[in-house]
């Protein structure tokens, strides 16, 4: 079993935690935290998980999101193991929220950060991976080099239709992972409408 401790947290959303691996500072584990506020279960994990051996067996590289190692037992509760993101130096890569919150952080990213929210937008679509609602805090922009970035979906990849049509049929996946993207564009202009370099920035992706 292995033990976390608070000093390992990286991050949290409102349904996990977020570890760094004692061992092992490539990975982190996820544990579910069944806070009072929302309860959506396990199903969202075994969603996740399902979706994650798919495109595991369709051979998709792990260049948009964390590749998935498996679930392990630990002292706060079973954990779901995937790639930690980090930047060049070491740190735990911050996700979108960080870099649109502030308007001068934007400006200063604006060149990378179009460019790599297209590289991702194409990488969905040329592998076929559906995603649930694309949110800022749910994507890290990852600093490999000084001049050197990459978009990562870290969280909410798979598909809840009843029906997986998207999943299987990629000419029905490319029209939801648009819908999906527009919808993302429409979200970022309602969270920073006083940042005018989002706003830029939305011409372009
Ligand atoms: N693979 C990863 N690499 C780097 N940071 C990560 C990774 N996974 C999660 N994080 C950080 O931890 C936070 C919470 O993780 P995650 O989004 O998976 O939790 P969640 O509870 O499912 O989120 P939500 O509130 O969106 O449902 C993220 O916003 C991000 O800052
Ligand atoms: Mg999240």
């Known amino acids: 079993m292995i033990m976390l401790e608070k000093s390992l947290l990286v991050g949290q959303g409102l ?14 584990l996820k544990v579910r935290m069944d806070r009072d506020r929302v309860n959506r279960g396990d199903q969202e994990e075994q969603r996740e998980q399902t979706y994650y051996r798919l495109l595991a067996k369709r051979g998709v590289p792990w260049e948009g999101i ?24 070491g740190t735990v890569s911050r996700t979108l929220e960080h870099y649109l919150a502030d308007a001068r952080i934007t400006e200063a990213h ?23 609602s694309l949110k800022p805090k749910n994507i890290v922009f990852q600093r490999l080099a000084d001049d050197q970035w990459r978009c990562v979906i870290i969280d909410n990849i798979g598909n809840s239709d009843w029906i997986p049509l ?3 049929v990629p000419l029905f996946g490319r029209i939801k992972i648009r819908r999906k993207w527009q919808d993302f564009e429409r979200r970022l202009k309602r969270m920073y409408p006083l940042n005018d370099a989002v706003l830029r920035m939305l011409k372009f992706i």
């Open 66 to 89: 964390p590749e998935f190692h498996g679930n392990v037992e630990t002292n706060l509760g079973p954990a779901a193991v995937f790639e930690l993101i980090r930047d060049a130096d």
């Open 110 to 132: 604006l060149n990378e950060l179009i460019f790599e929210l297209n590289q991702l937008k194409n990488y969905l679509l040329r592998h076929n991976v559906i995603t649930m």
């Open 166 to 168: 998207m999943t299987y």
């Open 15 to 28: 349904h996990r935690d977020v570890y760094q691996h004692p061992e092992n500072p490539k990975l982190c």
